[in-house]
T-cell receptor
């Protein structure tokens, strides 16, 4: 089944404790991205990657890191999480240049206390 | 000014009626538009996309695009309670060359 997977789905952590949210897709998509969704603010892009080893900042990159060492994986790293990073996070992917239909993972609900 | 704007709703329609969801965008260079359905606590699900002016129909859904008016809409015919969700409009292209989302319209279909 073609899908985007994320883990963990739910995470409660404390301020400053490094964490990684994994994202994987099995559709051989070139383009992957991370979003956060907050009430009243909608979906905002954090980082995106157009291919292996090519990443760039989205609209709200502060406090986040990403890497793209393999085509299928695009982990999101919070080196020192803070309460304002409490949010619902989505990974998404699409084929690449010239196609814009994007598919989302199931989401990770993160709470930072 | 938000780049993609939607009325947050809720839009309440009776079962069996036509639900009309609207979206406007500010970047005239935007080329492609997408409608996603999102149930509470779930991920957005792509239901329609439209690239050309006019109408595009898929089952009970019709997407409409008017580039001159910078207006996109989604019509849902024979609305069902299972259609109750938040509908996100997104536009791609233009100055940002990114997929920009509106904040969504909450649709409630009353049985």
């Amino acid at each position: 089944e073609a899908q985007v997977t994320q883990n963990p789905r739910y995470l409660i952590t404390v301020t400053g404790k490094k964490l990684t949210v994994t994202c994987s897709q099995n559709m051989n998509h070139e383009y992957m991205s991370w979003y956060r969704q907050d009430p009243g603010l909608g979906l905002r892009q954090i980082y995106y990657s157009m291919n292996v080893e090519v990443t760039d900042k989205g609209d709200v990159p502060e406090g986040y890191k990403v890497s793209r060492k393999e085509k299928r994986n695009f982990p999101l790293i919070l080196e020192s999480p803070s309460p304002n990073q409490t949010s619902l996070y989505f990974c998404a992917s699409r084929i690449g240049q010239g196609t814009y239909e994007q598919y989302f993972g199931p989401g990770t609900r993160l709470t930072v206390t | 000014q938000k780049e993609v704007e939607q009325n947050s709703g809720p839009l309440s329609v009776p079962e069996g009626a036509i639900a009309s969801l609207n979206c406007t965008y500010s970047d005239r260079g935007s080329q492609s538009f997408f409608w996603y359905r999102q149930y509470s606590g779930k991920s957005p699900e792509l239901i329609m996309f439209i690239y050309s002016n006019g109408d595009k129909e898929d089952g009970r859904f019709t997407a409409q695009l008017n580039k001159a008016s910078q207006y996109v809409s989604l019509l849902i015919r024979d609305s069902q309670p299972s259609d109750s969700a938040t509908y996100l409009c997104a536009g791609y292209g233009g100055a940002t060359n990114k997929l920009i989302f509106g904040t969504g319209t909450l649709l409630a279909v009353q049985p």
